[in-house]
């Protein structure tokens, strides 16, 4: 039984430009005040007819029902006079995105890019951090670390005398054993603490650092405390502005992964109210406590903050510092912390690639679909009309034969995937020269974003091929459609899996819907077979210009592009193809003709032939450039899909299940399990076999695989550890829901 599948997306290269064909580099655009006269400008219009493969989603996103569950929406088909109706916006934007990444344009959209990414530490870089006390007058004190229990996994927890559980900074005494915290007392009252009643155990003196029960299975909270050796430092003004910088750009990246009310208006189950950051409401993600550098100066409840502001250090700050070479060089808020790559995803775009500023800069895109300055930058002219338009689009078939409706509260969608670009191993090449090379496995996560390495390019959903001919119907009998094999290797992707009825083993699903703010329900779907008809104006448009449309128009059987809402769960699979009867082309010198005379009808070339011509030009560019063959090349395979393999989240499958059996979507949509398994590292860096980059779409390219959840730690030649046999990764609040679906229509996450 095949683990092999293909990721819902992919990357279609971006080359640096200074290469590229003439024709495909930067250039003013013509003017809209008159025709070119030459015979190769072409101005007309081209008949389309977009046929649908796989179910297209049009949800009236305005028109949403809400449902039982809060925040949950179910959405009806968007409909105009009885029919489906597909927006001119939604095919222009399709066909641009399309136009950009088969002419290797610059890309029309790059923003949000500037900051730097966060990942989170291994455990082995977690042993390099120490306990620090930061003061206003630039001084840093390295302090030691005792374990405190906490929790109820690790029996009784450590209070103080009083019964009363210690809280965050809270200065106290302590009486420790091989660094763990035996009994405990605040400062103020250190002779209620009973001392040292053994050789091996001391009284010490320190600070609480209490960062919440943020993890299911967590056992600890620590003592920070200080030593014979302890002494205040000074750091100079130059290291003291770059760790605090550093500082506030992770704590700023740990909290634009959240929002605000998810943290502070949580509430807690059967009508108990509103539940404080702090409290553990169950081991499922959001509902464990939250550390408190996610929310401190948000807090209502100023009595439980000791600190008002995180950055600059106004006051003493309590944090975990890495430590070489004699030298502070980073701050961290917990141990295990996120950190920040060396470069922001827009330090590594070539810049050909990034955003026209300038008349001069305008790709073939640009010139074509039009432009526009970015907000603010002061530029005249700050826009420019694209020279093509979409014409009215109209449904060939009535809505009883168009669309397919679900009744009652409709059906519920998977989880969309919220996009990962910290996952730098699948959105990261090694180099500019070539995008197409991903990065090398089994690179560790901090070895990503460095120069010179470059983004993969424009993200694109391959088709998903050779699906099951009832891959889109429903499952007779009770059982949830999520979790029946269809092929031996497939499963409905598209569907929510029910809620999990047990955990562990090969999970059971109960009856019930998974209806939440994770994703969304729909009414009814476009059914594959519907037709829609349209027609395309071009003004001006020269040869090439017109070749790579027509190109786009006419991809070779068996090929897609993708439209519309759900493309990573294979909704949207659309044929384009000309309709000769309604395409009308006129060269510039035949409008001249027209113009002298105006006593005729305006001669009209050979429309099948001039595309057809247009096309071979547009493709002859590609013969003659490497970069912009690959490019097609990648295209292409995206469009034709591969209908060999599954394309699905990547998953784990479950501990114990049996090799030969497929690996149904997980209930849990905990997808983050993928990417900790495929971390996995030994005495020598990431494990053998893991490290996976995304592969690219290459015919002899080695595919990603399910791992097993918990597989257990391997020797460097490969063979397996006794013992040691890892664990499932856990579900934290310390700062990122990887994996989960982001709020919005259908689940879909932000966009990049």
Known sequence: MTKKFLNPYNFVPAFPRERLPEELRDAPPPGHDLLRPEPDRWTGRIGVTLTVETP????????????????????????RDGRPHLAQTGLKGMLRSAFEMVTNSRMGIFEEHGERLGY????????????????????????????????????????????????????????????????????????????????????????????????????YERLFYKTENTKPRQLDEAQWDQLAAQWE?????????????????????????????????????GRTAWSPHLYEHHVEDPDRIKEDKYLPFRTALMCWARYEENRITALYPVKVSRDLYAYAPRDLVDDSLLPASTFEQLSPADRVFGWVAADASGRRPAAYRGRVRIGPVTCCQEAEQAVRSFPGDGMPLAILG???????????????????????????????????QTL?????????????????????????????????????????????????GDKQTAAE???DTQNRSIRGWVEPGTTFRFTIEVRDLDTVELGALAW?????????????????????????????????????????????????????????????????????????????????????AAARGNPDLPVHYPRVSAPGQSPSAPTPPDPDGNSYAWFTENQRSGKNGI??????????LAPKARQLEIYEKGDPSTEEDGRKKKGNKGGAPRRSNRGSHQGRGHRGAGGHGRRR
Do not use: C
Request: avoid cysteine; hydrophobic fraction near 30%.
């Open 418 to 452: 919220k996009p990962k670009p910290e996952q730098g191993g699948f959105y990261l090449a090694e180099s500019r020269a070539r995008p197409d090379e991903p990065v090398g496995e089994r690179t560790a996560r901090s070895g990503l974003y460095k120069k010179p």
């Open 687 to 696: 494990q053998p076999g893991r490290g996976r980059a995304l592969p690219p």
């Open 513 to 515: 819907e998974q209806r």
């Open 552 to 636: 786009l128009l006419s991809l070779p059987p068996g090929h897609f592009h993708r439209l519309g809402l759900g493309k990573p769960l294979g909704f949207g699979s659309v044929r384009l193809t000309v309709n000769p009867d309604n395409t009308e082309l006129s060269s510039g010198e035949q409008w001249v003709s027209y113009y002298r005379s105006l006593n005729g009808p305006l001669p009209t070339a050979d429309a099948e032939h001039t595309l057809k011509k247009a096309v071979e030009t547009f493709t002859a560019l590609g013969e003659r450039s490497r970069a912009l063959g690959t490019v097609l090349k990648t295209f292409l």
């Open 56 to 79: 297209l989603l049009l949800p009236d996103t305005a028109r949403p029902t809400p449902e039982h569950e809060p925040g949950h929406l179910v959405y009806p088909v968007r409909m």
């Open 456 to 504: 993969r390019g424009r993200k694109t959903y391959p088709h998903h091929a050779g699906l099951p001919e009832t891959y889109w119907e429903e499952p007779e009998g009770n059982g949830d459609p999520t979790q029946i094999p269809l092929d031996g290797v497939r499963f409905r992707e598209f569907r929510r899996p029910r809620k999990p009825g047990q955990t562990g």
């Open 120 to 219: 989170r530490r291994s455990a082995e870089e977690a042993q390099q951090v120490r306990p620090v006390v930061l003061a206003e007058n630039r001084t840093v004190v390295l302090l030691e670390e005792a374990k405190l229990p906490s929790y109820p996994d690790e029996g009784q927890p450590v209070t103080y005398p009083d019964g009363s559980y210690p809280q965050h900074r809270d200065a106290v005494v302590a009486v420790i054993r091989n660094d763990r915290v035996l009994r405990l007392a605040r400062r103020q009252d250190a002779g209620t603490l009973r001392g040292p009643e053994a050789a091996n155990e001391k009284q010490v003196t320190g600070f609480l650092y209490i960062t919440g029960r943020n993890i299911d299975g967590k056992k």
């Open 249 to 285: 750009a992770l704590i700023q990246n740990y909290r634009d992964a959240h929002d605000l009310a998810e943290i502070l208006h949580r509430q807690k189950d059967n009508g108990g109210g509103k539940a404080r950051p702090t409290e553990w409401l169950g081991k499922e993600p």
